[in-house]
């Protein structure tokens, strides 16, 4: 503190001598002079003070934040569910109010949401799950509904409509089981649902990811909704299963595009595949529409990550599930001299890794 208290009297002292040395240039009264001067010097040491006192105030406020979260976060713990859903708005008034808070927040719900549950409902009808009346125990009854209260607040955290900032955030939800779903009109910048189990209807109308699209390997047991949707960054389906009805009227892919080899059992719309777009899996029974051409082999399709894991128990990929080995324009028979044994995702443990299909 000493520096800039002593940089605050210099700056003082230079100031007050300036304004004298520019007042006897004028010829002022001596009276004048001091008085001037005096004033001019003791007005930067205000100054200072009012700005280290709300420097001051700001580091408090940091410290605040920083003591609500981890508090927060500690919460989440709780055997009791009306703490944990206590915890999760707390951390969302915290990302409001602290905006460099926003992505740690949702990193937070979506991690929440990794962790295993199963409700008995879903084995009983996948599609909808609230029209059953299963024999749930209290705490799977609790856990249910704290886990959607998760999924509103990660929507109602992420931008939409006519917001001005137009902030997009990343969004990993790998191997999470979600129930009816909603990120409809929101912003993403990345989107990773490797694996994921979604129940019930998935709505991502106007949904508009900036970056990457993994649905690598997830299963959606209901209604998928995505018209008007745009994943510009690309969009893997890879190894995906689905058991009902999808909707892609009016969406759009750009980037690349990785098929499941087993197309929804029933399609409304057409996928539209903007210009570029590098379609790296046979596209046999998709409903596609615009650029739709077969991507070229590449070498570096044979260079892989580790697959690795992640923290929260969730497993890395594995060589079940083959995002972009699979070309359009070869042939079936000899597609195997062209792959190594053991190929897996790519590590989404590091999010700089590319996948297969993203590379060129």
């Known amino acids: 503190m000493r520096v800039p208290w002593l940089m605050a009297v210099l700056s003082a002292a230079v100031v007050t001598a300036a304004t004298a040395a520019l007042l006897w240039v004028f ?52 055997e009791a569910d009306q703490v944990r859903v206590g915890a999760m708005h707390s951390l969302v008034w915290l990302a409001t109010s602290t905006p460099r808070y926003t992505q740690t927040v949702l990193d937070v719900l979506c991690a929440y949401l990794r962790r295993p549950f199963h409700h008995p409902s879903w084995d009983q009808n996948g599609a909808d799950p609230d029209t059953m009346f299963a024999k749930a125990t209290p705490e799977d009854q609790q856990e249910q509904q704290v886990r959607r209260t998760a999924q509103r607040l990660i929507r109602d955290l992420l931008s ?43 709505e991502f109308r106007k949904l508009h990811v900036k970056s990457r699209t993994f649905f690598s390997g997830a299963t959606f047991h209901g209604r998928l909704s995505v018209p008007e949707a745009k994943f510009e960054g690309g969009l893997a389906f890879s190894e995906a299963t689905f058991k009902r009805k999808v909707d892609f009227r009016a969406a759009t892919v750009g980037t690349f595009l990785a098929l499941a080899e087993q197309p929804p059992p029933e399609q409304v719309g057409e996928l539209t595949l903007l210009p570029g777009t590098a379609l ?23 260079v892989e990550e580790n697959t690795g894991g992640s923290a929260d128990g969730v497993t890395g990929d594995h060589d079940s599930f083959r995002e972009g080995d699979v070309y359009v324009a070869a042939d079936p028979q000899k597609a195997h001299l062209f792959r190594f044994e053991g190929e897996g995702l790519g590590n989404e443990s590091d999010p700089e890794t590319e996948p297969d299909e993203v590379k060129k």
């Open 27 to 78: 010829r002022a009264p001596p009276v004048e002079i001091v008085k001037t001067a005096g004033v001019a010097g003791g007005a930067v040491v205000a100054l200072y003070a009012l700005w280290l006192n709300d420097r001051k105030h700001w580091l408090e406020s940091e410290k605040v934040a920083d003591e609500r979260f981890a508090r927060s976060v500690e919460l989440l713990g709780n």
């Open 280 to 302: 790296r899996t046979r596209h046999d029974g998709w409903a596609l529409t615009g650029d739709v051409q077969p991507a070229r082999p590449r070498l570096e399709d044979h």
């Open 160 to 202: 939409w409509g006519d917001d001005k900032k137009k902030e997009y955030y990343d969004l990993d939800l790998t191997g999470a089981a979600l129930e009816y779903f909603q990120l409809d009109g929101r912003r993403v910048n990345r989107f990773i649902a490797r694996r994921a189990q979604f129940y019930g209807i998935t």
